[in-house]
């Protein structure tokens, strides 16, 4: 199957998220080419944007377990 290069750019603006992002980050750790993360103080929010190298179908999952999070925003760009 073929992979594409994709980055996953997450809003957390509930840090309790923190747990459950990881969670499922760690579950897709073999796809994973690298992780970013800012913490946003003025805003209070975090933004992390995560490297990925997978099949859609992969991608497109990860992206949408995390974005179903309470307090996460997720959107994948290709």
Request: proline share 1%; with cysteine.
């Amino acid at each position: 199957m073929e992979t594409k290069a994709a980055i996953i750019a997450i809003i957390v603006k509930d840090v309790k998220s923190s747990t459950e992002i990881n969670a499922v980050l760690h579950e897709y750790n073999d796809c994973i080419i690298g992780r970013m993360g800012i913490p946003y103080r003025t805003k209070g929010i975090n933004i992390i944007s995560i490297a990925v190298d997978a099949d859609m179908d992969t991608i497109n999952t990860m992206a949408g377990r995390i974005g179903r999070i309470e307090g996460v925003s997720a959107k994948t760009v290709y």
